[in-house]
Nanobody
Framework: QGQLVESGGGLVQAGGSLRLSCSAS????????MGWFRQAPGKERLFVAA????????EYADSVKGRFTISRDNAKNTVYLQMNTLKPEDPAVYYC????????????????????WGQGTQVTVSS
């Protein structure tokens, strides 16, 4: 079955950048649409971005459009989230997730559409 492992989180000043990575071990990401979600303390897990298996389609939450970019390298079995112009409202644990579908379905923003999850990586933004 394998697992997803996120990395790249950390502390950054407001306005700074981070790049998160999600690597798959024991399974290939090449046949899965992928998503990034985030969860702040005491809040629900929210959709951030998603990408189809061939990277032909990407979707973003309104709160991150123009600042975050999702991409993937199927040869490296890795999905990325480039986060620029980080804001005080961005801190959270960021999770990557793999869909059972190759394509982004209508409910791509719903966490229930994803079947495999990583353990998360913490992103902290200082003002």
């Amino acid at each position: 079955q394998g697992q997803l492992v996120e990395s790249g989180g950390g502390l950054v000043q407001a306005g700074g950048s981070l790049r998160l990575s999600c690597s798959a071990s024991g399974r290939t990401l090449g046949s899965s649409a992928m998503g990034w979600f985030r969860q702040a303390p005491g809040k629900e897990r929210l959709f951030v971005a998603a990408i189809s298996w061939g990277a032909g389609r990407t979707e973003y939450a309104d709160s991150v459009k123009g600042r975050f970019t999702i991409s993937r390298d199927n040869a490296k079995n890795t999905v990325y989230l480039q986060m620029n112009t980080l804001k005080p409202e961005d801190p959270a644990v960021y999770y990557c997730a793999a869909s059972a579908s190759m394509y982004l379905r209508d409910n791509y923003y719903n966490s229930h559409d994803y079947v495999y999850w990583g353990q998360g990586t913490q992103v902290t933004v200082s003002s």
